[in-house]
């Protein structure tokens, strides 16, 4: 049972190019979850996903970010434009359902921004 | 506004002694917490959670206290092992705003175990 696969592991892009990030969740889940970790800091909540819905993207930047989980494949992270700011590591959980249920996390994209 | 706060960035143990990793929270919406544990460019690995209603959870050589009326948690890794150098993660969950399922995380602390 393979885990929470990411891919691409490294991406660079230069200023104002887009990056898109993808994730499959472990086999069974359906909850998708993306954390954004700075340097330096912890991880952050960014967005909360379903198949097809968007349940809660209030950690996510109004602009320039975007994030969906179609009813067939990966969970993508879209971001536009990006800006040196964007440089971080990108991590995708999963879960079996909500509440007291473990997430278990991707092993991260890290993204670089030049 | 750091929710979760881990104020220790490193800390260094021999092998076979005890290492206490320690973490507090303001937001007393929380209900359940948990450890990760993370090495270099890796995803972070769920360690262990408690909720709320203990104050004490054990797993192996893994125990995770609690005090809410300190809004205080604490890792003890009793030996520890060289293998046990990484990054631990405290996190924290609630319904706050009426979620369950948003992770709150503190910075991290670079555990160091040396043989």
């Given amino acids: 049972n393979a885990g929470v696969m990411q891919n691409p592991r490294h991406l660079v892009r230069r200023r104002g190019q887009e990056a898109r990030l993808r994730c499959s969740p472990m086999k069974g889940h359906s909850h998708v979850y993306w954390y954004r970790q700075l340097p330096e800091e912890g991880l952050k909540f960014m967005v909360y996903l379903q198949k097809e819905n968007i349940i809660d993207e209030s950690g996510m930047p109004k602009e320039r970010f975007s994030a969906e989980f179609p009813k067939e494949g990966p969970s993508i992270l879209r971001i536009q434009q990006v800006v040196r700011g964007d440089s971080a590591a990108y991590f995708c959980a999963s879960s079996l359902s909500t509440g007291n249920t473990e997430a278990f ?7 670089t921004v030049v | 506004d750091q929710q979760v706060k881990q104020n220790s960035p490193s800390l260094s143990v021999q092998e076979g002694r005890i290492s206490i990793l320690n973490c507090d929270y303001t937001n007393s919406m929380f209900d359940y917490f948990l450890w990760y544990k993370k090495y270099p460019a890796e995803g972070p690995t769920f360690l262990i959670s408690i909720s709320s209603i203990k104050d004490k959870n054990e797993d192996g050589r893994f125990t995770v206290f609690l005090n809410k009326s300190a809004k205080h948690l604490s890792l003890h890794i009793v030996p520890s092992q060289p293998g046990d150098s990484a ?3 405290c996190a924290a969950r609630g319904y706050s705003g009426g979620s369950n399922y948003k992770l709150t995380f503190g910075k991290g602390t670079l555990l160091t175990v040396n043989p």
């Fill in chain 2, 87 to 89: 990054v631990y993660f």
């Fill in chain 1, 105 to 111: 996390f991707g092993q991260g994209t890290r993204l």
